[in-house]
């Protein structure tokens, strides 16, 4: 167990480590001048002359290895530098807006496993009849549906029509509910197929026979014997679509006037500043890599033939 | 005779509905089994001995349709018709069932002791903790060493013939009139075999229980029933007490059976004694005996028309074959 840990803890650094190359890469190799655009922000005249004193200034005319040794060093101990945009501390950006991000996927996956389970449930309690059919369409509806379109969706029915939730901001619970919907759909979709042909796949497997041959019923089958042999499985697909919520954050929290990590990084790319995109870029490959470790883990605990191999 | 049998199959057919296809894997087959007793079920794969065992009880995979008709009485109830609600109390309750790969009859992921204390939970209104302390004496019964850490343990961490005991205590947790086994020393060991039959027979007896043995292996049949019946391409070939159908087998299908298994005095490297052909395929409607193509003994009257199955000069004994009958039908 402990062997495992220390294992996948060594293998995260390195991948950590990758990705810091692979985010400051993307983000040199971008198009575009961005002394130009400073010395524009300035409002100072972008004669070729102010461009070469600005770019000397932020240190874009060292070489690209002396760079990226500055940026990762100072990013390790925390710090990010400072916004080309706003000359603010891009550190002190990321701790303000990191809190609105995770309260969105923190909710959004809580909603997106509840409701998954209960599509995926109803599906496999009723194999093939109406219950299931219903579960099967609007999973397929919320797979295909656009996040942008679900989050218009959401505000002209709650906002607008029902006049139920505010449409916009980040102030209570009240505010949260729509956003962490709009999040949840697609992964929940995505979700409930798991849930739905997991649980039968399970209910095909030789030990259902015992089961049935105890006289359990099959509702008491499938909460008994086929639900903790989907778990791993489940919590494997939960954290490749907890992951993809970062990326959903970036249209969500717009559109929701949400200040978060999503609406900082898309900024930041406006801006071609790209000190932020960086640090977003560095956050949520972060972000992905502990999900991966936490849902590696939870596999670990739910799957004794697993755990046996590491221990 | 006076009193009536624990179970008692008459005439039974079972049809099998799929999407694409409909087959007949039993078909008018009877036999009875009384408390204590041990019924052997013969037969070669596909000649029906499972699903004639499994269907009636609802023990069919999900997605197949069956169709039962005949009778199957257990302890003077009707099976046939009854809901699954009504069959599902029986199961477990009253028939316990062991199967043949114990390596994938258990749930990987729950811990042994809870597979088997459900059970007890479940037939004997036991709270969990009872419910556990009844694991550990089945565990205990079935004669597995260090019973009490065996129980938090999960399947994969036991060997086969240990797994194979742990589905022998699920089947007697909930104190079962009659086990069925379906071919419980196929997957094993050949040592681990001759323990697991020796002990499936001894708790048989003292618990007092009727046993359903479902295999293909003749010396199993030899070391364990009282009774046999004899299965053909989903019919019953022959049946009677195993001392008697085994000693001096009648219908020429059990002759061939009997005298393919090698036999200390044969010479080494000779052939082994098999019977010639192959078995019909199901599904195709048999027109007289299903063993007539491969028999030779076979004459016209065996094409003619099927077979019944009726008592030898030994009335204990029942065969299925006109040649073997011959003259008694007219008598």
Redesign the interface.
């Known amino acids: 167990m402990v062997h495992f840990i220390s294992k996948r803890l060594q293998q995260s650094l390195i991948l950590l480590f990758l990705a810091s190359v692979v985010c400051f890469t993307l983000v040199v190799s971008a198009p575009g001048n961005v002394a130009v655009l400073i010395a524009e922000l300035r409002g100072a005249v972008a004669t070729p002359g102010y461009v070469e004193q600005v770019a000397e200034e932020i240190g874009l005319n060292k070489p690209l290895l002396m760079r990226y040794v500055d940026w990762f060093g100072d990013a390790v101990s925390g710090d990010f530098g400072i916004s080309y945009r706003t000359g603010q501390d891009v550190s002190a950006d990321l701790a303000a807006r990191m809190s609105i991000t995770g309260t969105l996927i923190a909710g959004s996956a809580i909603i997106a496993t509840l409701l998954s389970l209960a599509l995926g449930f109803l599906g496999a309690l009723w194999p093939y009849k109406l219950p299931d059919r219903v579960s099967r369409g609007l999973a397929l509806l919320g797979a295909s549906t656009p996040t942008f379109f679900v989050g218009a969706l959401m505000i002209y029915a709650f906002s607008v029509h029902f006049q139920l939730l505010p449409s916009f901001g980040f102030s209570g619970p009240e505010t949260w509910v729509l956003p962490w919907l709009t999040v949840a759909v697609l992964p929940a979709a995505v979700l409930s197929r798991v849930v739905r042909i997991g649980l039968e796949e399970a209910m095909s497997s030789p030990f259902v026979l015992t089961a049935k041959s105890k006289g359990l019923s099959r509702t008491a089958i499938l909460f008994r014997d086929a639900l903790p042999n989907i778990t791993p499985l489940f919590i494997n697909a939960l954290g490749t679509q907890v992951g993809l919520m970062t990326a959903t954050a970036i249209i969500v929290e717009p559109l929701f006037s949400w200040q978060g990590l999503g609406d900082y990084f898309l900024a930041g790319v406006r801006f071609r500043d790209f000190m932020v995109v960086q640090a977003c870029l560095l956050i949520f490959l972060t972000f992905f890599i502990l999900v991966n470790l936490i849902v590696d883990l939870a596999v670990l605990l739910t799957d004794p033939r697993i755990r046996r191999q590491w221990s | 005779m006076q009193n009536e049998p624990l179970l008692s199959v008459k005439n039974l057919t079972v049809d099998l509905l799929t999407a694409k296809s409909a087959l007949r894997p039993v078909d008018g087959v009877s036999y009875a089994i009384r408390q204590g007793q041990c019924l052997a079920i013969v037969g070669e794969s596909g000649s029906g001995k499972t699903v004639m065992n499994f269907a009636p009880l609802?023990?069919m995979?999900?997605g197949v349709t069956t169709n039962l008709s005949g009778s199957v009485r257990f302890e003077g109830q009707e099976l046939i018709g009854l809901s699954e609600?009504e069959v599902?109390?029986?199961?477990?309750?009253s028939i316990?069932?062991i199967?043949q790969?114990p390596m994938?009859?258990?749930?990987?992921?729950?811990r042994i002791g809870r597979q088997i204390a459900?059970?007890a939970e479940?037939?004997l209104n036991m709270s969990p903790r009872a419910a556990e302390a009844r694991a550990l004496d089945l565990v205990k019964l079935v004669g597995i060493s260090d019973p009490a850490a065996r129980l938090s343990q999960?399947p994969?961490?036991l060997s086969g013939g240990l797994r194979q005991r742990i589905?022998i205590a699920?089947?007697l947790a909930?104190e079962p009139k009659l086990l069925i086994a379906d071919e419980p020393t196929t997957a094993l060991d050949v040592t681990v075999q001759a323990q697991i039959l020796r002990l499936l027979k001894d708790l048989q007896q003292r618990l007092n229980m009727a046993m359903v043995l479902i295999t293909h292996d003749m010396g199993v049949v030899a070391g364990a029933a009282d009774n046999i019946v004899v299965m053909y391409a989903a019919r019953a070939a022959e049946c009677g007490p195993v001392d008697k159908v085994l000693v001096n087998p009648r219908h020429p299908y059990t002759r061939g059976l009997i005298n393919a298994i090698p036999r200390r005095d044969d010479p080494i490297g000779s052939e082994f004694r098999g019977l010639p052909g192959v078995p019909p395929t199901l599904g195709a409607p048999i027109q007289g005996c299903a063993f007539a193509p491969r028999c030779e003994f076979a004459v016209a009257a065996c094409t003619r028309a099927r077979p019944p199955m009726v008592p030898t000069a030994d009335s204990n004994v029942c065969v299925a074959c006109p040649v073997v009958n011959q003259g008694k039908a007219a008598a």
């Open positions: 609802g023990l995979p999900t609600p599902r109390k029986l199961r477990g309750k316990g069932f199967f790969d994938s009859a258990l749930n990987p992921v729950r459900e059970m479940l037939h999960y994969h961490e589905v699920i089947a909930g």
